[in-house]
């Protein structure tokens, strides 16, 4: 790509309206110091300093979506109590609607607790339900997703699987049902449970332990022949357009009708690696539905993906960060001081 063509693509962003479909949770943080150790038993104490909610999983990616630019309209179930109203708050914080969510009495809202000292990730308490919905719990919430499509026109619907119910095989077939009826292109980030279920699909971006578990092979993570193998394995079950694997230290490659595509990770100081999935998602998603070639939007979430492990905590994507990377990363031109 031309730093025009980047340029031209990151302003295609603002006009597109991506739907998020999946697990959304709250990513709670504490913040403090530690300077001893408990008297009680052989860990550290942390002085929290700081309290904050950010929001995680489906959430993060429709975050991410928004900070590039584009409309992110979130559809999910959490539960009715007071972790339910903190989600809602957060969304509206952040400049969200609540139309896509449902609060159910059967379920919880998923709560991760980081505590983070001194850069260091010291503990994660996960607080979750991941009993698949009820049969009310999916019937509406495809009465809402429906009512969206209806009400709204929609480029590109991303499914974002955590593992935590929401995305049942009902719910994933129905979706990928509506989308194909209009014509609507759809990204999958998948879990291994439901990994046959998203057939037809027109990305699915597994990570290399996912497409393995999925697959239920081992191979080395540096035999690409291997890797070639097993994606084509997958596309026989799932027929879909392209598949994206992301490979951590490796980078990412991108399986489309062209052939193999290979994308080496840029070098970075790893601080953080939470949350680099839902930033890769986002990125691949919008670029692709921008018109981006699979070798293009491969590349740029490949450096989207490195760009956010470099800070702490989940945090999405900065766009502007993120377009002069592609500018010095793809184009190869420095940019002036």
């Known amino acids: 790509m031309t730093r025009n063509e980047i340029n031209a693509l990151f302003e295609r962003f603002d006009s597109l309206t991506a739907l998020i479909v999946g697990d959304v949770m709250i990513d709670a943080y504490y913040w403090g110091k530690v300077d001893r150790i408990s008297p009680e038993a052989p860990v550290p104490i942390v002085q929290v300093q700081k309290r904050e909610n950010r929001l995680g999983g489906a959430a993060n990616v429709a975050l991410n979506v928004k900070m590039l630019g584009a409309k992110a309209i979130i559809a999910s179930v959490v539960g009715d109590g007071s972790k339910g109203d903190v989600f809602r708050s957060t969304l509206k914080e952040n400049g969200f609607t609540t139309e896509g969510i449902i609060d159910s009495p059967e379920r919880m809202t998923t709560v991760k ?13 996960d607080e979750e339900n991941t009993s698949p919905l009820s049969s009310t719990d999916e019937r509406h919430l495809l009465d809402c997703i429906r009512g969206i499509l209806e009400r709204q026109k929609v480029d590109v619907i991303i499914l974002e699987d955590y593992n935590k119910g929401v995305l049942t095989d009902k719910v994933i077939t129905t979706i990928l049902g509506w989308a194909k009826d209009r014509s609507i292109p759809t990204t999958v980030d998948p879990k291994k449970d439901n990994f046959f279920s998203y057939t037809g699909a027109t990305l699915f971006k597994p990570n290399l332990k996912e497409l393995k578990e999925g ?19 997958l596309e026989s079950r799932l027929s879909n357009e392209v598949t994206m694997v992301t490979l951590s230290e490796l980078g990412v490659v991108a399986s489309t009708s062209n052939g193999f595509h290979h994308e080496k990770a840029h070098q ?70």
């Not at 607790?113 to 308490?125: D, E, F």
């Not at 697959?215 to 394995?233: P, R, S, T, V, Y």
């Open 113 to 125: 607790t980081r505590v983070i000292s001194q850069g260091h990730h010291l503990l994660r308490i």
């Open 215 to 233: 697959l239920k092979i081992e191979f080395d993570k540096n035999d690409f022949g291997a890797l070639q193998d097993a994606i084509q394995k």
């Open 268 to 337: 970075r100081e790893i601080l953080d690696v939470s949350g680099a999935g839902d930033t890769v998602i986002s990125v691949a998603s919008l670029a692709m539905a921008a018109g981006a070639s699979p070798e293009s939007y491969s590349a740029l979430a490949n450096i989207a993906g490195g760009l956010v492990c470099e800070k702490v905590g989940v945090v999405p994507i900065d766009k502007e960060q993120l377009r002069n990377e592609a500018i010095i990363k793809m184009v190869g031109e420095q940019l002036p001081l």
